[in-house]
């Protein structure tokens, strides 16, 4: 009689190889789902380094979350590269979230224009990208008013004596909350020296405050 230990052993020799990888896998992709899930990001990134090293397993949704388990272990670099991977998939969501990232991380390091490119390829990929859309209009108005800025400062004249005098006696009503006072006064001091110009920025603040007291 053969004993069923020879039988289990008999067993589990024809189980096919394919069946026990299968498994393997498997489990594999569940803990790397899970140490993201725990955000445990370092680990994280061992777990899906370890699927595609030991399962030459790959796919756009695993450059993605391991793009964004380098990204929040502080990694941009290599976050960057697993992101680029992922952004060419197929599938058009993928691909929109990976350009959506690479974006992220261009802002992060100041490069904006690279960084509103990004933001409009994922757009491209996939218009109800909604993140990417409010990233890229945000983006976009902030480089514009950045210029806008850029071209006041160029334009904006070197203050004389008078201007400056003029500005400190409007700091000092405006310290005496005398706000209507302190803009007639840089109103009248503009029209005798263009240079108090170069408190432009003061005058609107001030012409803004005047008109909330009024109403």
Do not use: C
């Amino acid at each position: 009689m053969m004993s069923w230990s020879k039988v289990l052993l008999a067993t589990l020799m024809l189980i096919p190889a394919s069946w026990t990888r299968v498994s393997r896998l498997n489990t594999a992709i569940e803990e790397a789902e899970e140490s993201y899930s725990k955000t445990e990001y370092e680990l994280s990134v061992e777990k899906h380094l370890a699927l595609i090293e030991n399962f030459q397993y790959a796919s756009p949704h695993l450059d993605f979350d391991l793009g964004l388990s380098y990204q929040y272990s502080e990694k941009p670099e290599e976050a960057a590269a697993s992101f680029d991977k992922a952004s060419i998939s197929p599938d058009k969501t993928i691909s929109s979230f990976s350009f959506n990232q690479s974006g992220v991380l261009l802002g992060n390091k100041q490069e904006y224009e690279a960084a509103l490119n990004k933001f409009q390829s994922a757009l491209i990929k996939d218009p109800t990208n909604e993140v990417a859309r409010y990233n890229y209009e945000m983006l976009a108005r902030w480089l514009q008013r950045d210029e806008e800025r850029k071209n006041e400062d160029q334009n904006k004249p070197e203050p004389s004596e008078f201007a400056k005098r003029k500005k400190a006696e409007a700091d000092r009503l405006v310290e005496q909350f005398r706000f209507k006072d302190a803009l007639n006064l840089m109103n009248e001091a503009l029209q005798q020296d263009e240079t108090v110009a170069a408190y432009q920025e003061f005058i609107s603040t001030l012409t803004e405050v005047t008109e909330i007291d009024e109403n």
